[in-house]
């Protein structure tokens, strides 16, 4: 089954910008959906961004205007482009394809935003 592995986490200060990266093991973005989820400290785990096969995104309200996800087909990676980071966007950040058929998880990268 395709794998995916996430990047590109880190420390930085609230109003800061990191840029994720996840790399697919296969080509599925005309097949699948794509979607970040992250977890915070003793919470669930949520879909965050989505970029649909057609390139069409959709955003969660706490992200809305301050994350945009994108990918690059040829390199079967998607991004996930984060600004003005708030302390409550502390979490591991994975993403994966949105569909049953997908069940694994990788292993995330810890985004930390703290001064």
């Known amino acids: 089954q395709v794998q995916f592995v996430e990047s590109g986490g880190g420390l930085v200060q609230p109003g800061g910008s990191l840029r994720l990266s996840c790399a697919a093991s296969?080509?599925?973005?005309?097949?699948?959906?794509m979607g970040w989820y992250r977890q915070a400290p003793g919470k669930q785990r949520e879909l965050v961004a989505a970029i649909t096969t057609g390139g069409s995104t959709n955003y969660a309200d706490s992200v809305k205007g301050r994350f945009t996800i994108s990918r690059d087909t040829a390199k079967n990676t998607v991004y996930l482009q984060m600004n003005r980071l708030k302390p409550e966007d502390t979490a591991i950040y994975y993403c994966?394809?949105?569909?049953?058929?997908?069940?694994?998880w990788g292993q995330g990268t810890q985004v930390t935003v703290s001064s």
């Open positions: 296969g080509s599925i973005f005309s097949i699948y959906d």
């Open positions: 994966k394809a949105i569909s049953a058929a997908f069940r694994s």
